[in-house]
């Protein structure tokens, strides 16, 4: 048969200005990102006379995003699959409270400190996987919504972690965990003196002490490599395409013959995971467990992932998005913050943006002109 | 005619006391076209989700490739080279198309002796084309979601997809449903490119001009039972009809 069939896009045809606008709206994050450093660089100076950006309030943005950022990586897997994660808060606390119990208790009984960090890790990473178990096997096997299901195991981890630290702070950790959270890859002094030092800082005296910045802690380098992980097994592995599979149409991948009910297991405990990497860094970081530091950070976590453009409906994300959300939220914070407005703002602003994130999703959608019903 | 790829015997299937599929015995050819007509009710349904493992048949036999095969799930019966296009069609429109094509059967590179495994997109994309090419299709662009495609294209993707993995036998129910009129014409014209390439097809269609358009044989249901098996050529719309609501019977004609 000579004839071809030519079967022509259905989103063909835009016109320049809509091609324009389509690329605004796919990369705005960014370009929104970029708006607000400028604003602040700017206006910080003029109205609080000291300068945004700094090598120091560069590193303060980073290191107040790494928890934001590990709640929200694995909650950008979960939304992709259209699921939902509401209990990732709480169970970075529950994983700070046991990575300094075990740390604590593996240290005194005399585990060199090290493998007591170690031990704190596998207890954080673990005792967060065994929920994400329990939040999967309950959504994926017995069909109950991921809403509900993350919502109870929230309040049950919650009562976990209070009990085990007895509503208060673990403290009474070793000296050298200090170190661990708080040291960094590289150091930058300022001044006469100064220098750029690589793993360890020279020893400081007087004024020179607070001319060094701590570029890059070890708490941010740890995130990185999550953060380009979570990349690689969500854009370049099967993992990620099933995840995308499932998030766009459930019954296609049951058909396809992917293990869908296995998979959503494994997003839950990745989920869990990566809120339980969180605690254990917080945990470095504040050197105690606290049950208290997880759960505020959940809107704003799953804000960052909104903001970064997954799409609550599944099927529809990345992980740099998701980045980028989490950095918007840290500027504004920060810059606000300098610009001595009340702290409540941030509030404010940080859910305009939200709203407004979703509402350049949507429109989106309408500039493409999607097909939905299927008839030309 | 070649020996049949699809051998159905006497096959019935019961849902309490109604019989939704009674005694059905059939053949069908390589490179056949066969329009499975019914008025709703009929057990068309019924009787392609038996053939495909879905359900599985109270009595009979449902040979393939020569064989007796008994499907426990629709996966077997796809492994056999039984593959069925639904309406919905089973595409994740958030994916491209050759996403969609390798759906759950990915081609993978391997990295550090198989420890590390990445997608080989640019892999299935060639693969895509060359499925696609077979076929004669031609999308501008394969990798955009496949939301952005029309309904007949994604058609044509399912269509890919089925051809690609090497199906032996296709079902497709109202392909051509939820369509435009020149889109509807380029789906027939696929389901004639199948059987050029000897892929049988059994289509469950109501429109009667798309049966007349690409149908070898006609077989019409009737309360679960077969009433009659037609030469396309041998018949007309307003005879099948009567056949359809139960009319004119064969198998009544020869039993009185």
Sequence with gaps: MATTTTLTPAGAGLSSLQRLLLLVSRLWAWLFLLALILFFVITVPIFSGINFFTVRNSQNVLVAIVPVLLLGLGQTFVIISAGIDLSVG????????LSALALRNSFNAGVPLPLAVLLGFFAAVGGAGVVGLVNGLIIAKLKVPAFIVTLGSSFIVRGLALLWSENTTVVGLPDGVRAYGNESLFYSIRGDHGGFYVF??????????RQMDRILSWP???AMVVVVICMFVLHRQQFGRYTFAIGGNMQAALRAGIP????????????AITAGIGGFLSMLQFTGGSASIGDPLLLSSIAAVIIGGVSLFGGAGTVIGTVIGALIIAVLTTGLVMLNVQAFWQFIVVGAVVIVAVLIDQSRDLLVGRYKGGAE | MSEPILSIRGLSKRFGGLTAVNKVSWDIAPGEVVALLGDNGAGKST?????????QPDDGEIWFGGEKRNFSRPVEARGAGIETIYQDLALAQNLDVPANIFLGREMKRRYLGGLIKTLDDKKMLGESRVGLDALDIVFPSLTQPI???????RQAVAIARAIYWKAQLMIMDEPTNNLGVPEQQKVLELIRRLRDQGTPVILITHTMPDVFAVADRILVMHRGRL???KHTAQTNASELVQYMVGALDDTRAVAT
């Design chain 2, 147 to 153: 939301e952005s495609l029309s309904g007949g294209q």
């Design chain 1, 90 to 97: 709480w169970v970075m606390s529950l994983a700070s409270v």
């Design chain 1, 200 to 209: 360890s800082p020279p020893t400081l005296t007087g004024d020179m002490v």
């Design chain 1, 260 to 271: 869908v009910d296995r998979h959503i297991i494994k997003l839950y405990m990745l989920s």
């Design chain 1, 220 to 222: 941010v380098v740890a």
């Design chain 2, 47 to 55: 009787l392609i989700k038996c053939i495909s493992g879905v359900y």
């Design chain 2, 227 to 229: 009433v009659t098996e």
